[in-house]
Nanobody, 116 residues
Framework: QVHLVESGGGLVQTGGSLRLSCAAS????????MGWYRQAPGKQRELVAT???????NHADSVKGRFTISRDNAKNTVYLQMNSLKPEDTAVYYC??????????WGQGTQVTVSS
């Protein structure tokens, strides 16, 4: 069993910044891709960014230039630095990890609210 615990969400004004963290723990052989998704009220969950164990990143067009994903493999932790936040970034942000020999896991989610 693998547990993902997110932290760093909160309330911020337009143009502000937040940094999300997600730490994986449990029976982990190795983690392949880690990433962040988000879900706004009434909308489907959508990809924000992913990063492979080798550091290859992919960011959604809506966040390119504003958000940056990174990870610390030694700590099994992924980060999302969010700058220039907009009200449309308001959502519950979910951490995701694909663990070798086990499959995919989700965190419980952390709320990000951007006020106008």
């Amino acid at each position: 069993q693998v547990h993902l615990v997110e932290s760093g969400g909160g309330l911020v004004q337009t143009g502000g910044s937040l940094r999300l963290s997600c730490a994986a723990s449990g029976s982990i052989f190795s983690i392949n891709t880690m990433g962040w998704y988000r879900q706004a009220p009434g909308k489907q969950r959508e990809l924000v960014a992913t990063i492979t164990s080798g550091g290859i990143t992919n960011h959604a067009d809506s966040v390119k230039g504003r958000f940056t994903i990174s990870r610390d493999n030694a700590k099994n932790t992924v980060y999302l630095q969010m700058n220039s936040l907009k009200p449309e970034d308001t959502a519950v942000y979910y951490c995701m990890a694909i663990v070798a020999r086990q499959g995919g896991y989700w965190g419980q989610g952390t709320q990000v609210t951007v006020s106008s």
